[in-house]
């Protein structure tokens, strides 16, 4: 939101909210049609209405947000990349010292990358094995139950740094500079260019942890509580993988019968009776 809103200030210098129009707008979106995609241009004028929302409803604005008279671009749904574990051991093998324990927070935990970096010790509950997200995108929080292997990273960091005087507030900060990071968008490309995946998005990352949250009997309910959805709608992007959990469950039904299936007749109409795996035992 901040990368947006300096974008806009910079566009719109010394400009008040009440004098932006419609057409202003317009010619914002052609002129950063040349710079960046549509999908940005659309996260900032999202930002931009937002802006005018508040401005109403706090009272500074009078009349209608102008923005209602914009359309925003046409995105194209971009297919969800999905690592399978050995691709993510080598991602986590060809990372920075410094990113690994933050990817196996994204991938262990199913954070957003902001949420990762604002990580407070004090929202680590090493007693209960849990993480309290405060800072979400949703403004809700939310506590996050702790694999083992995401407890160990925890612990192991922490004594790492305890070791060498470098406990601060955030759990991730440059050992330089003693402040917390805020952007990883280099050694994440990095690591991904050497493992092979150089389309990769950190946030891909999430898809991970929703697919095996899924994959073990999770419901789409609970995946969208643990990523913190603000709805469950934006959840259903996972649909197909409970839909293929539910197909295998019901497949399972096949070993009662084992290799004595029902006989259908022509007509349709009768079944022969076959025995059950109970019935053959006794």
Known sequence: DRVSINHLVCNYPDQRLSKITPQMIE???RKRLNEVSPA???????CLSHLFSM??????LSGLNPMKDVKLFREKRRELRILKPEEIQRLINNAAEHLKPILYVLILAGLRRNEALRLRWTDIDFDN?????RDSKSGRSRIIPMSRTLYDVFCHLHKRLS?????????????????RYKDLKRSFN????RAGFPSLRMHDLRHFFSSVCLEAGASLATVSEL????????????????????????EGLDLVFENNHPKIEPDGTN????????????
């Not at 406990?167 to 500079?177: A, I, L, Q, R, S």
């Open 163 to 179: 070791q060498i005087n470098n406990e601060g507030d955030f759990v991730f900060t440059n050992p330089e500079t003693k402040n």
């Open 55 to 60: 401005a109403v409803k706090w009272g500074v």
């Open 227 to 250: 990523l913190g959805h603000a709805s469950i709608s934006t959840t259903m992007i996972y649909i197909h993988i409970e839909e293929e959990n539910k197909r295998k469950a019901v």
């Open 190 to 193: 990095t690591a991904c260019r």
């Open 129 to 133: 094995r849990r993480l309290h997200i």
């Open 271 to 282: 079944m022969a009776q076959v025995p059950l795996k109970s019935d053959l035992i006794n």
């Open 40 to 46: 940005t241009i659309n996260r900032e004028l999202s």
């Open 27 to 29: 010619e914002y979106k």
